[in-house]
């Protein structure tokens, strides 16, 4: 006989899980028990939001599914937000959440929360599991669902009574997990070749093509064959946020980041091209600012492993639902030594926006504020180059994106579709446990960091040690930003102050080593001192200038093509500029 | 019934919460199922979800795709109405006094409905028909002042190969 704590524990060993971040509490007690004797690393949180984004860190920086555990009530719905963010990002991950026992469900229980209702749009799939011998089968197809297809988060919802060896309802005699039963679900995998033959055809005859290369091709391992595919054909490739790493920022096609605050090129390939290649990318909004003037001569070849987005946003002109990497190594295949139409005019024209256009910012006057640019640029440099970075959301991210230079895959982890504030700290304690020999900067702004900064707490009792880039600009700089462009410059509570908290002395209350950076000559010996440090986590604040804005922007309601450029690039543009 | 009416069948695992799934992903678009139709199939392990949404065709398509990826829905379908054949059953109460009956009973015999009771001062009467037809009825009753009326919501099969 078994227990459905014992159970459960068993059953997650048995899908390979090395680690879980969680919580414990009243409903998931039962479960805690095992846990001491499991080979499964527990990391102990300080919030369950955390628990979710670490192991959605863990899954990007790996590939392997994240777990996290925490008990019923105001712990599953601190979960939401990471089971959304992971739901909009496809990121591989299993929940564990307590529920009140089985029989007390819809009496308003003592944390009792309606869990599988509430996260019912915020997971891919989830179960309220009622009988304790359905546990190891459950687990299962929880895994297998999260990982297969389109990936995505999966919620398992145990009540106390089942988990509990005090109550009988927990005993079963343990059966193992055989192949899913999921009628409902079979994943397409394997394109179909027709299509694959009449898009093989397209690209070649193209003559502005450009591969929009998405998050997908991370999910589905296929930088390889994204590389392959882009050199066979001598096609540029746009990297979304998304996709930032699956092609080597210094590799010759890589025209770098689309969308919002993409760089010139990038956007302005895809505006002017005759075909968009969408490989396991979705037409985010952010990507195609105005739909109605977005890419408005480009035929789309539209690959996804989800059918749902194929014709989403964009009407596709050849739809191919398949795994992303498996359709490239087909179109690979079927292109083969296909004549290619000359696109020599098309990329020399492609490098001349980049001669004229390359990001710039300008560089601070002696005495002057330091720039969040040039903190970032010496980050990249005076780091290792397989560094893994994460971000939260707002102006620090979109520099990030923008001036590191991802040369691997798996080593740029952000909130990409739900836009989480708070979401680096943590994502980086995840990714740092999965890849424990890899340098792993948190870049966070002050707003940000204020959410999640007590998981540096968990990073430093559970020696994870993680480094904190944080650009302390004393403002919510992104939305100061459009406030400043688009409300007239009325600043309406943005202003956060840079002194309060004092972060240095918060990071050393939290077992870190803290640094403060005020001038541009002390970023180099302070990253220098951070990249030393690895028996615990760093945080470096770095005192930027807060006027700062991020370029280029393509503003709310407007099309790509009026892409705002650094104002000391505009005489540049194309008729003096927008 | 205006083109905006979709009829949409789903074949899906008879399980707990699955009509919430399915109803949330109306419910988040703003659309509003205009009727409803659940019960088993001949294998206990599936229900068969059958409903009527006020859209247009392009949102409506979107929302198939999204009830397609739900783990528990095995199959959807949009009837298309003109290779379907559609039911829609509704029961109906007119107030009628005794020697006032016979042109109900005349227009449940045009209608092929039937008699299901009579009271003091009233009738009940069922109709099974196309969703066109019982709007038909229901209305060519009204003037008799109905006090109680329920539908089921359609339900509907593909026409077989000739």
Not at chain 1, 337 to 352: E, I, K, P
Not at chain 1, 514 to 537: G, K, L, M, Y
Request: with cysteine; aromatic share 6%.
């Amino acid at each position: 006989m078994t227990n459905g704590g014992d159970a459960l524990i068993r059953s997650l060993e048995l899908e390979g899980v090395e680690i879980m971040f969680g919580l414990p509490g009243g409903a998931i007690l039962p479960v805690y028990d095992p846990i001491i004797t499991s080979s499964i690393r527990h990391v102990l949180v300080r919030h369950e939001q955390g628990a979710g984004h670490m192991a959605q860190g863990y899954a990007h920086a790996t590939g392997k599914p994240g777990v996290a555990i925490v008990t019923s009530g105001p712990a599953a719905t601190n979960m939401v937000t990471p089971l959304l963010d992971a739901y909009m990002d496809s990121v591989p991950m299993v929940c564990i959440t307590g529920q009140v026992a089985y029989s007390a469900i819809g009496t308003d229980a003592f944390q009792e929360a309606d869990t599988t209702g509430i996260t019912m749009s915020a997971t891919k799939h989830n179960f309220l599991v009622s009988d304790a011998a359905d546990i190891p089968q459950t687990i299962h197809e929880a895994f297998h669902i999260a990982t297969t297809g389109r990936p995505g988060p999966v919620l398992v919802d145990l009540p106390k009574n089942i988990v509990n060896p005090a109550d009988p309802s927990s005993h079963f005699e343990w059966v193992e997990p055989t192949a899913p039963d999921l009628p409902g679900y079979n994943p397409t995998v394997e394109p179909d070749l027709d299509l694959i033959r009449e898009a093989a055809a397209m690209i070649s005859a193209a003559k502005r093509p450009v591969l929009y290369a998405g998050g997908g091709i991370l999910k589905a391992r296929g930088a390889d064959a994204l590389r392959e595919l882009a050199e066979l054909v001598g096609i540029p490739v746009v990297t979304t946020l998304m996709a930032r790493g699956a092609l080597p920022d210094s590799h010759e096609l890589n025209l770098g980041m689309p969308g919002m605050h993409g760089n010139y090129t990038a956007v302005m390939s895809m505006q002017e091209a005759d075909l968009l290649v969408a490989l396991g990318s979705r037409f985010d909004d952010r990507v195609t600012g105005k739909l109605d003037g977005f890419a408005p001569d480009a035929k789309i070849i539209h690959v996804d492993i989800d059918p749902a987005e194929l014709g989403k946003v964009r009407r596709a002109d050849i739809g191919i639902q398949a795994d992303v990497r498996l359709a490239m190594e087909a179109l690979i295949s079927a292109i083969g030594s296909t004549n290619q139409a000359d696109r020599s005019a098309w990329r020399s024209h492609l490098s001349g926006y980049q001669e004229k256009f390359p990001l710039v910012y300008e560089d601070s006057a002696p005495g002057d504020a330091l720039k969040p640019q040039f903190v970032l640029e010496r980050l990249r440099d005076g780091s290792p180059e397989d560094t893994i970075v994460t971000s939260g959301v707002g102006q620090h991210q979109m520099w990030a994106s923008q001036h590191w230079n991802f040369e691997h895959p798996y080593t740029w982890i952000n909130s990409g579709g739900l836009g989480t504030m708070g979401f680096s700290i943590p994502a980086a304690i995840g990714a740092k446990a999965g890849m424990p020999d890899r340098t792993v900067w948190a870049v966070d702004g002050d707003g940000c960091f204020q959410m999640t900064a007590q998981e540096l707490v968990t990073a430093s009792m559970e020696r994870i040690p993680i480094k904190v880039a944080l650009l302390n600009n004393g403002y919510l700089g992104m939305v100061k930003q459009w406030q400043e462009m688009f409300y007239d410059e009325r600043y309406s509570e943005v202003y956060l102050s840079p002194d309060l908290p004092d972060y240095k002395m918060w990071a050393e209350a939290m077992g870190c080593h803290a640094i403060r950076v005020e001038s541009p000559e002390e970023v180099d010996a302070a990253i220098a001192e951070a990249n030393e440090v690895n028996d615990r986590p760093v945080v470096v604040e770095f005192r930027t200038d807060p006027r700062e804005k991020v370029f280029p922007m393509v503003a709310a309601g407007a099309t790509n093509s009026e892409l705002m450029v650094d104002p000391s690039q505009t005489d540049k543009l194309p008729g003096g500029g927008h | 019934m205006s083109d905006r009416f979709h009829t949409v069948v789903c074949k899906v695992e008879n399980k707990a919460g699955v009509l919430a799934r399915v109803a949330g992903l109306f419910a988040r678009r703003g659309f509003n199922i205009e009727s409803l139709a659940v019960a088993p199939t001949d294998d206990d392990a599936f229900s068969r979800i059958t409903f009527v949404v006020d859209v247009e065709s392009a949102p409506l398509e979107q929302v198939v795709k999204q009830l397609d990826k739900l783990i528990n829905v095995v199959d959807i379908r949009q009837l298309d109405p003109t290779t379907a054949i559609q039911r829609e059953f509704m029961m109906i109460t007119v107030d009628v006094a005794p020697d006032d009956r016979q042109p109900v009973f005349d227009l449940a015999e045009e209608y092929v409905a039937e008699v299901l009771d009579t009271g003091a001062n009233d009738m009940m009467i069922s109709l099974s028909d196309t969703p066109a037809r019982v709007d038909e009825f229901e209305e060519r009753l009204r003037p008799f002042g109905i006090s109680q009326i329920q539908r089921t919501g359609t339900v509907g099969m593909a026409k077989l190969q000739p």
